[in-house]
């Protein structure tokens, strides 16, 4: 029974005041806006859109941005009910333990730190390579790497984290004007991309808009075996295919990666100034605006080049259709593009990293000890340095990028808990003011088998690291967090 405890809303609330564990309200609408835009508007809608085109889904890409879009909406409203009725840090995990136990709280709030430490770690990792590139271009020559003894050490991603550690522990304020201005510059070059690609537009490059089904190709993570391929098709022993339908839902549980980060926003929900009006505004205002520049770029990246060229390339992205109509410059301005966007993108998820962790620290299932906020800037100092850390140890020393497919899963698991939760939320809460999810129970629920539906499309390698990593977690679980939770102490 101890894993279905749950705590009431007073309790979140009375342990966000708590003296010593405090953050400080200062964030706006605008602000929730630019913060789901910086990570959204990021790395995914340069090169993920190009990928799921070529590997899945051809034109009809397109359908797999609505699909996720249409997906993360439903959810990401679930989010907004739980953020302006209980605004606490935390995000799922803390919505979680409200509703549905304190044992399944637990394992979302280890699979959100997957989902936002791996994230961090590929981006920055990602970072460093871009950093790379565009000094090349223009005429400089920098290494990747630098060499101590037997490592090797990719020495970008250790300077952009400890870059944006170090604005995180001046204040969230700080770190979110520069957080504005990047956003806003990164959007700008994206308007520029959708004006350029427009102009190179061929329709006939439209045709067939639902490529035909076939045998997969090895590339791009699409294998034959089983291993490669989606869940659902090894589940019911669907023969391995590339394209047609099931091609675009494919591309959506891809694509997915490329809304990431309303769910990092609603971790913020503690620092909001009136969040009853503000978080639900700010979440769903954010994602319109993402929905709309994603679809004005895979339009011009799926007109400009035939869908079988960007499933020729090693890494497909828009770079890769602007070279191949000879507009090799807007390609630079595009690296330019993709550099600041992963910027924002790293300082989103270090922030919403350590906020999912001082949850867990105020409740007790990590130690206490490490879950304080400085007493002048009221940001968790400790927690930003440790995730710092990890996040610079495992881009600068790993092949992290192998686990880009988990940050999906991770994220589309806590969603459909959300979903759920937040029906939960209105029977033990029915007297909140706050902003209401229309249709319920319809809306949720659709929500939560959406998410459920994509998850099955993921390979079944990622299902299997998926349930390892889990299976860690209910050991840390059982070991120290059921024994000193907060309310096993009560």
Known sequence: MQWLRTKTVAQALA????????????????????????????????????????????PAVIFSFILAAFTCALAIMCYAEFASNVPVTGSAYTYTYLTLGEGLAWIIGWNLLLEMISAAAVIAKYWGIYLSAVFSTAGVDIPQTLQLGALSLNWGPFFIVAVFTGLLIAGTQVSARVNNVFTLVKIAITLFVIVVGFTYMNPDHFTPFVPPAQPPVVAHGVTGDAWGQPMLAWLFGAAPSQYGWLGVVSGAALVFFAFLGFDVVATSAEEVKDPQRTLPRGILGGLALVTVLYILVTLALTGMVPYTELAKAENPSLATAFIAVGAGWAAQVISVGVLIGMTTVVMVLLMGSSRVLLALCRDGLLPRSWGVTSSTRKTPVRLQLAVGAVVAVLAGFTKVELLEEMINIGTLSAFVLVSLGVLVLRRKNPQARGYRVPLAPALPVLSALLCVYLMLNLTTLTWLRFVGWMALGVLIYVGYGMRHSRLAQA
């Open 15 to 58: 342990d966000a005041d708590e003296p010593g564990r405090q953050l400080k309200r200062t964030l706006g609408t605008f602000d929730l806006i630019i913060l789901g835009m910086a990570v959204a508007v990021g790395a995914g809608i340069f090169s993920v859109g190009a990928r799921a085109a070529g590997t899945f889904a051809g």
